[in-house]
Each structure stands twice: as structure tokens, then as C-alpha cells.
């Protein structure tokens, strides 16, 4: 038998999610464009009453599936974003979960 802390986190399957209905105007407060690292940027945009993200390097958009106000998840991969609030109502950045790292990203429009 393997202890959990012994098998490496690629092995793991992913964490089951659930997504959440949020409605268009939460949504909303997240379209911008996120900075991760030096030409590396993240947009975030609205279509109908989904939330899309797409990379800078050229990948086409994914959903971003809300399981709570301020997470979300793909599908497609094993990869969840975690916006981050300043003042009330105003979202300052996201952190991107992939591959086991944590990307912090600062909203620059």
C-alpha cells in the first residue's frame, strides 16, 4: 500500500468539480487582461454568460467554469484559476493553478 505523500501529484487524478451558476454581471467584474510574467498574459473575456480565458502564446479560449465566486475550472485540463480582490468589488489579479504551480497574475487592464 502507498502512502498518499508518496505517489507523485501527476498520478492522482484531478479533484472532481461542480460548477456554479454566477450571473453575467459577476462575470463581468472579471474581463481584462492578466499579466503572469513577462510575455505571458492571460485575457479574460465575456461571450454570452460564460467566462473565456486565453493565453497570450497562442492557445485558442477555454470556459472558465465558476465552483465558487472567485474559482474556476477547466475542463479541458487540470488547470483551475483563483481570482484575487482589492477594494471592494474590484478584481486586482488571478492565480493560475497548472501543473502543480501557482502563476499569480496582476490585472493590467
Known amino acids: ?13 484531478p479533484k472532481p468539480r ?7 454581471a459577476a462575470l463581468a467584474k472579471y474581463v481584462g487582461l492578466y499579466r503572469l510574467a513577462p ?3 492571460l485575457r479574460v473575456t465575456l461571450k454570452g454568460d460564460s467566462l473565456f480565458a ?5 492557445n485558442g479560449p ?3 467554469w465558476p465552483e465558487s465566486p472567485s474559482d ?11 481570482f484575487t480582490w482589492g477594494a471592494p ?9 497548472q501543473y502543480g504551480r501557482d502563476r499569480a497574475g496582476a490585472k493590467v487592464r
Open 18 to 24: 461542480t460548477a456554479i451558476a454566477l450571473s453575467r
Open 72 to 82: 474556476f475550472f477547466v475542463k479541458e485540463a487540470d488547470a483551475q484559476v483563483t
Open 1 to 13: 500500500m502507498r502512502l498518499l505523500g508518496l505517489i507523485p501529484p501527476s498520478a492522482l487524478p
Open 54 to 58: 486565453q493565453t497570450s502564446t497562442g
Open 89 to 97: 468589488g474590484a478584481v486586482t489579479g488571478l492565480v493560475l493553478h
Open 62 to 64: 477555454v470556459q472558465l
Open 39 to 41: 510575455g505571458f498574459e
